[in-house]
Each structure stands twice: as structure tokens, then as C-alpha cells.
């Protein structure tokens, strides 16, 4: 595929995605998401914000590390600080890129960088070239670029591009452009720009009017030949551009497209379910293309036509994107192979023995609760194995009974084990689950606010497992937890106290568009 023919699809659900509120992820859950991407052929995965924190510092560097094919990047402020730490977190990876920014609005430069546009020229060039002295891979992005003006927009990035970046991204950081101008923009500034042809041009666009998807796509019909999207659409406010739409979209429209992704789009779907599974942001039934109805036809005439003709109402094969490929379904009497086999398929490696008989042991116990397992099971039932191996427990939940009659008050009891002391609470709820996390509350004296609860079902059927996202909220700071169980009410005190465990576990983070 030629260079002009190539779009290159950067993926940033492990920096952007993780801006989510609530949808922090540990070291070994970005690395298990880093190591799908890479399967499903990503060309650039942004890996995290090195300078936000310890633990996304080390994040990345254990990406860069494990990861081959595709190319491992940092995001970094326009300061040398955060430069030297995209570097120093990159340091092992066979493909290396650092990605500086600053912003380039006239509201961004006076209210929050407090700048005069030279003095952002400046910084910019300064930056580029000091990210330039680890990595001949620079992107240089405009912040706010959908709010800003054209004239300079073309001035920054001539000099970007001079002090050697080799990538150019224009975000519409907040979500305010409209396809055809924006567009017509990128095109602009390609025409315009004396020394555009040295560099790849990108677009980053956030889904504020629910238009992230066709500003991306208007951008690639005017030059843009990289897209930065998420799984799941997942990001800051109401997401990003959401990667399964943009390569299918440009996939099925060849049309109209002078250009294809290098994507496996059968890794689609169970990258889609791996990210639900660790974030716990269910997926919508509706979604386009990994939604649970994405390929489902209700409608009496739908249906006849489908079976005539598939392609009376289906644009897209279902088996294209990854539904129901090598789908295998495990049972009681499934060995460990047989286990084995399936969790290797689904991107899960095991450290040693112990860890695979543990896990052997989880699963066997969910078999007996329910006769079919599916790859969604496993997800989960891996993603609450992580919980308890990456995450300092102070919390643990040791037994619950709930008591719930019409016309009584539900009730609670909650065994606990709170840094390894055993404690016991009881508590009236509104509900069996309200009477349990009143319960938990009771001895925990968290301070936190219940912001979300939510319920989904795994899987279809009776006894499918209930997949539950608890949110809470303290002093500004946003945790998300998710638990699972085939009995709703413990897959809500798991959630909540995976919430509880979070909250006291993770440090407030650095948000890279605050400039220090």
C-alpha cells in the first residue's frame, strides 16, 4: 500500500480513552489492551501521558517493551520536562514516537497558556526539536485547532515541520467543528503550507455534537492520512472518534475512499468486549458495528430479505468485524487446554503455573454455576483476576446475605476483611443492593457519592452472568468499578468495593492540558 493510499490509524484508548471519568486502568490491563491493538495490526498506539504520573510512566515503558509491530508513543506537553519523560518511558521499543503539543486558540493562548502567539511559535519549535534529539518520529499537535485561526494554524505548523516533526495533527479538541468546513480546513492548510509534503497530516477529533466519526472522514477525503480514534468511541466528555467506524467505514466505502487502513478487522469485536470488560463502560445494544444489535434484524421483511440476499439489508458481513469468529464455547467438562487454548486466543498469558491452576479453578467455578461459557465470561472472570493481582485489596468481600420479602424492608449482612481485620455490618436498603452498600458504608466511611450504577447482562439467557459499573465520586476525584457474578447482588458489592479499593489506591493524575 502506498504512503498516499495508507491511512494510518492511531489509536488512543489507553491515553485519551483513559480520560474518561472513572476509566482509569492498571499496568497489566493497559498492557493486554496494548497487546490486542497490536494484533488487530494498529500502526500507532498512544501508550499514556508520561509526565501524569509514576504509574503511567511505567505503563508506558512496559508497553514499549512488549510491543513490536506497531509504534509505541507518548503524549507531552511543549516543556522539556515532559519530553525528557516521554523519552525516558519509551526507552526499550522497537518503534518509538513522541507526540508535543500546545495549544494554538486565541481563547487557549490568552486564558490558559497566557502566551502571545510568537512566544507559542516559539515553544513549539523549542519542542519539536528537543523531542527530536531521542526520536526521529515527532507529531506535533495544535490544540483547539478547530477554534483556531487559519493564518496562524498555517504559520505554526510550517515551523513545526521545519524543526523536524514528521507528523501534524489537528484536533477539534472540543468537539465544535462540522464536517464539510472542517474539512475544508485541513485541505487548506495541506494547499497552504510550503513544506507540507514533509509531513504526515493527522486529525483528533472529540464527539462534543456527535460528529467525531464524519469530521475524521470529511478530513480524509481533503488529505488527512492518519486518524486518531478509540475503541468504543471511549474519551474524554462524549468520547472520541471511534476506531471500528472509521476503518469500516472507509473498509465498505471504497467508492468514494482513495485509501484503507492495514487493520485485521476481525480483532474488532473482542477488542470492543476487552475494553467494555476493563473499563466496565458497557457497550450500547445500537452501537455501529459492535453493538449487540449491530447485526440483528427484527423486522418480518428485514429478515426475509437477508436470508434471499444478505446484501439486501447488510452492508457489512458480521464475521468481517469478528462476531462470532472462532467462536468456541467452553462448558464443566471443557479441560484445561481447552482453557488454555481460549484465553491465549483472547490475548491472556499466565505468568506460571499457579496462575493458570487459579484461574483453572475460577473458571471451573463459574461452570458450575453456568452450563455455557462464553468468551465474554472469560473476560470478565480474567478481568476480576487482574483486580485482585494488580490492585492493593483493602478491602475484600468475604460473604453477603441479602433479605428481600414484599412488603419488608430489604436487608443486608456483609462479611468484610478491611486490612486483614474481619469485620461484620448490617444494614435497611431501599433494595437488596442499596441495603448492601449501606452495609458497607456503615464501617468503610469512604465520604464517597454514588454517581452511577448500572446493570448488563454478559450474555443472553436466564443465567448469564450480570456484568454491573459502579461510579463514585470524591473531592473531584472519579473512580469506576465493575464486578461480575451470575447473582446481581455480588456482582454489585464486588463493583462497589473494587470502586472503594480504587479510590484509596490511585494517586491523582497529571491531565495533560494543564499546562505547569
Known amino acids: 500500500m502506498s504512503a498516499d493510499s495508507r491511512l494510518i490509524i492511531f489509536d488512543t484508548t489507553l491515553r485519551d480513552g483513559e480520560q474518561s471519568p472513572g476509566a482509569s486502568m492498571t499496568r497489566e490491563e493497559k498492557l493486554r489492551i496494548a497487546m490486542t491493538l497490536e494484533k488487530m495490526r494498529v500502526d500507532v498506539i498512544e501508550a499514556g501521558f508520561a509526565a501524569a504520573s509514576q504509574g503511567d510512566f511505567e505503563s508506558i515503558n512496559a508497553i514499549a517493551r512488549a510491543v513490536k509491530d506497531s509504534t509505541v508513543c507518548s503524549l507531552a506537553r511543549a516543556l522539556d520536562k515532559d519530553i525528557e519523560a516521554a523519552a525516558g518511558a519509551l526507552e526499550g521499543s522497537a518503534r518509538a514516537r513522541i507526540h ?75 468537539g465544535y467543528a462540522i464536517p464539510d468546513p472542517f474539512g475544508d480546513m485541513i485541505g487548506a492548510i495541506i494547499n497552504r503550507v510550503p513544506n507540507a509534503d514533509k509531513a504526515v497530516f493527522s486529525v483528533h477529533c472529540h464527539n462534543d455534537l456527535g460528529l467525531a466519526v464524519a469530521n475524521s472522514l470529511s478530513a480524509v477525503m481533503q488529505g488527512a492520512r492518519q486518524v486518531e480514534c478509540t475503541i468504543n468511541g471511549l474519551g474524554e466528555r462524549a468520547g472520541n472518534a471511534s476506531l471500528e467506524e472509521i476503518v469500516m467505514a472507509v473498509r465498505t466505502r471504497q467508492d468514494l475512499f482513495t485509501v484503507d487502513t492495514n487493520i485485521d478487522t476481525t480483532q474488532i469485536v473482542p477488542a470492543s468486549r476487552l475494553v467494555s470488560s476493563i473499563t466496565g463502560f458497557p457497550v450500547q445494544p445500537n452501537k455501529a458495528i459492535v453493538g449487540a444489535n449491530a447485526f440483528a434484524h427484527e423486522s418480518g421483511i428485514h429478515q426475509d430479505g437477508v436470508l434471499k440476499h444478505r446484501e ?205
Open 312 to 516: 439486501t439489508y447488510e452492508i457489512m458481513r458480521a464475521e468481517d468485524v469478528g462476531w462470532n469468529a472462532n467462536r468456541m464455547v467452553l462448558g464443566k467438562h471443557s479441560g484445561r487446554n481447552a482453557f488454555k487454548t481460549r484465553l491465549l486466543d483472547l490475548g491472556y498469558a499466565f505468568a506460571g503455573d499457579v496462575e493458570m491452576a487459579d484461574a483453572f479453578a475460577r473458571f471451573k467455578t463459574l461452570a458450575d454455576k453456568k452450563h455455557d461459557i462464553f468468551d465474554e465470561d472469560l473476560h470478565a472472570l480474567m478481568a476480576q483476576a487482574s483486580d485482585q493481582r494488580d490492585e492493593l485489596e483493602h478491602i475484600k468481600l468475604k460473604h453477603l446475605t441479602s433479605q428481600s420479602d414484599m412488603g419488608n424492608t430489604p436487608k443486608a449482612r456483609v462479611v468484610l476483611e478491611i486490612e486483614g481485620k474481619e469485620v461484620v455490618a448490617e444494614a435497611f436498603g431501599d433494595g437488596p443492593v442499596d441495603a448492601c452498600f449501606k452495609a458497607i458504608d456503615s464501617v468503610v466511611n469512604s465520604g464517597a457519592q454514588l454517581q452511577l450504577y448500572s446493570v448488563n447482562a454478559i450474555t443472553s439467557g436466564t443465567e448469564a452472568q450480570g456484568e454491573v459499573s459502579v461510579r463514585l465520586e470524591k473531592s473531584g476525584r472519579i473512580v469506576n468499578g465493575a464486578g461480575s457474578d451470575t447473582d446481581i447482588i455480588v456482582a454489585s458489592v464486588k463493583a462497589y468495593i473494587k470502586a472503594l479499593n480504587l479510590m484509596m489506591n490511585q494517586p491523582q493524575k497529571a491531565h495533560p492540558q494543564i499546562t505547569v
Open 100 to 174: 508535543t503539543f500546545i495549544a494554538t486558540s486565541p481563547i487557549h493562548m490568552k486564558y490558559k497558556l497566557k502566551l502571545e502567539p510568537d512566544d507559542v511559535v516559539t515553544q513549539a519549535v523549542r519542542a519539536v526539536k528537543k523531542a527530536r534529539q531521542y526520536t526521529e518520529d515527532v507529531e506535533f499537535s495544535c490544540e483547539d485547532a478547530g477554534r483556531s485561526d487559519l493564518d496562524f494554524l498555517c504559520r505554526i505548523i510550517e515551523a513545526a515541520i521545519d524543526a523536524g516533526a514528521t507528523t501534524i495533527n489537528i484536533p477539534d479538541t472540543v
